[in-house]
């Protein structure tokens, strides 16, 4: 599949099939993740697959609560529940509220996981892990599976490592889950580049040629 | 190009041309970039291009010093400075190296920047940035233009936003040298799928089928 036909339809997908997802899709998006880049190439990485049923409905009521409890505190959230039912946020607030409700049936959950210690403190730890992350995302819509990036289970974070094992020190930077799309792949909306990119300076215009 | 090549063949390219860059693909790149997803699909990024070559100058003077005065003062790099010359840390620090004399060469800058505010803090802010300048990488080597993700300039971030006006209250996440490479795309070096990869808990073994 063409690059730019993927990385242009790739996006959110929160209403996904409970159809098994085969290994060897797995594997190949995995193999993308590792392809990405990370800060001084430390590949401190890792990446937990999740398909035991038990442990999925697990993990789903804690993002569930997570989600009803925790995010519309936050005051971005909290105006969009106020927008109007037509908005695109309205419309992203209604998806992920199904997501919310529906997270332990999608067939695979990817917890994207860095060790960051050792790194500078800030923004750019992230730096070492959502390039892979966003590999998954593309490799994923490649093949025709639906994803979303979502952070919100880490309103949850120390049950969900207890459950998983994973030790306190490592971060889990996204939870990722994988299915079949009952929604359909295309273009997200989006600010025009014209708002968003600057040229030369803080706010410089594009160059005339 | 295929979407699977693409990836795979995504690699740093610290050692560029000063040929020009058309608009064309400059524009292309960044249509990739504002495809990725964003916390809430906020979108409060910022792209600035960098062609000016006075300011490329200063950039690059900036990142030259933070380089050799900064980055071998943390363990990690300090530690690669000692390593063997073959060694595949060896080879990076060398071409890092390349860089840092030769950043304001490169026909493009670009700067990825974001608006933090309202965001929860620590890693997961970087899930609004580094999805798209992975699609940046990306894009770019689909057209057959070399980058690099680096956040060395963070070391002198106060006087770089004050040379492009960037208000204070946004974050630089990435500075991307483009251009033409001199040297050759392939696969990175990796850590295996095997060591980075768990299933179900942390340290969980592949099942058998």
């Not at 599949?1 to 409970?18: G, N, W, Y």
């Not at 009521?61 to 109007?84: C, G, I, Q, V």
């Not at 892979?132 to 049950?159: E, K």
Request: aromatic residues 8%; contains cysteine.
């Amino acid at each position: 599949m063409d690059f730019f036909e993927v990385v242009s339809t790739q996006r959110a997908i929160r209403r996904l099939t409970p159809d098994p997802i085969p290994d060897e899709a797995i594997d190949r998006i995995l193999e993308a993740a590792i392809c990405a880049p990370s800060g001084g190439n430390r590949q401190s990485w890792s990446f937990v697959v999740i398909r035991d049923a038990e442990l999925r409905a697990k993990i789903g009521a804690h993002y569930r609560e997570a989600y009803f409890k925790e995010l519309f505190n936050l005051p971005y959230y909290r105006d969009a529940l106020a927008a109007s039912p037509d908005s695109p946020l309205a419309k992203v607030v209604a998806s992920s509220r199904h997501l919310a409700e529906h997270l332990a049936e999608a067939p695979v959950l990817i917890l994207a996981c860095l060790d960051a210690r050792g790194m500078s403190p800030g923004i750019t730890q992230g730096a070492s892990i959502y390039p892979a992350v966003q590999n998954i995302l593309l490799a994923a819509r490649a093949l025709g599976i639906g994803t979303t990036l979502t952070t919100i289970h880490r309103f949850r974070d120390r049950p969900i490592k207890e459950l998983l094992g994973i030790p306190p020190e490592v971060e889990t930077a996204a939870l990722i889950p994988l299915g079949y799309p009952l929604g359909k792949f295309g273009r997200a909306p989006r600010r025009p580049l014209a708002e968003v990119v600057f040229f030369d300076r803080w706010g410089g215009p594009r160059p005339a040629c």
